[in-house]
T-cell receptor, first 116, second 114 residues
Framework: AQSVAQPEDQVNVAEGNPLTVKCTYSVSGNPYLFWYVQYPNRGLQFLLKYITGDNLVKGSYGFEAEFNKSQTSFHLKKPSALVSDSALYFCAVRDLLNTGFQKLVFGTGTRLLVSP | DVKVTQSSRYLVKRTGEKVFLECVQDMDHENMFWYRQDPGLGLRLIYFSYDVKMKEKGDIPEGYSVSREKKERFSLILESASTNQTSMYLC?????????????FGDGTRLSIL
């Protein structure tokens, strides 16, 4: 089965510094990878996805992610963090079922805290 | 913008009650999903649906059922609520069949079973 791992429960960074939220994946075949963000008392919002093509994917709110096949990683990055980036971040991978349908498998989430 | 609306933000029910959680999407999406979110466990898929009157079990279907009588509406049913079903429940929808389209989420229902 496909899976993703987010090794850090929490990441702390000062405003203005670069941030990285880590994700590694385990899949058979080509991975479809996603990042979502969840602000307090809200549902998840889509940030970006990797299906194929360039290894550096750009998404919403200035975020980007780097797909690295040799390291089986898909880390989320931003050059300069904002306090408003503080939220819960989820990595997810597509799981293709025997029926031909698909579902997403989510990581356990990483809480990002950006201090002023 | 896609809008996924969950009928209640907060809900308190008693053990043994039958509980209905409703979800409506306005973008004619084929696919709809129910998740529960618990601290340290991330999101876990309960049930999903790829068409009207069609349903598939997710990873943790025990104690739940679903109904999809219309394309825009997907209901989650707790047949006999128990305290271990206290959680945040999230509904999502997406288009297409290839798995390359993002899911759009509602704001969640925080359900407490007393």
């Amino acid at each position: 089965a496909q899976s993703v791992a987010q090794p850090e429960d929490q990441v702390n960074v000062a405003e203005g510094n670069p941030l990285t939220v880590k994700c590694t994946y385990s899949v058979s075949g080509n991975p479809y990878l996603f990042w979502y963000v969840q602000y307090p008392n809200r549902g998840l919002q889509f940030l970006l996805k990797y299906i194929t093509g360039d290894n550096l994917v750009k998404g919403s709110y200035g975020f980007e992610a780097e797909f690295n096949k040799s390291q089986t990683s898909f880390h989320l990055k931003k050059p300069s963090a904002l306090v408003s980036d503080s939220a819960l971040y989820f990595c997810a991978v597509r799981d293709l079922l025997n029926t031909g349908f698909q579902k997403l498998v989510f990581g356990t989430g990483t809480r990002l805290l950006v201090s002023p | 913008d896609v809008k996924v609306t969950q009928s209640s933000r907060y809900l308190v029910k008693r053990t043994g009650e039958k509980v209905f959680l409703e979800c409506v999407q306005d973008m004619d999406h084929e696919n709809m999903f129910w998740y529960r979110q618990d601290p340290g466990l991330g999101l876990r898929l309960i049930y999903f649906s790829y068409d009207v009157k069609m349903k598939e079990k997710g990873d943790i279907p025990e104690g739940y059922s679903v109904s999809r009588e219309k394309k825009e509406r997907f209901s989650l049913i707790l047949e006999s609520a128990s305290t271990n079903q206290t959680s945040m429940y999230l509904c999502a929808s997406s288009s297409g069949q290839g798995g390359n389209q993002p899911q759009h989420f509602g704001d969640g229902t925080r359900l407490s079973i007393l």
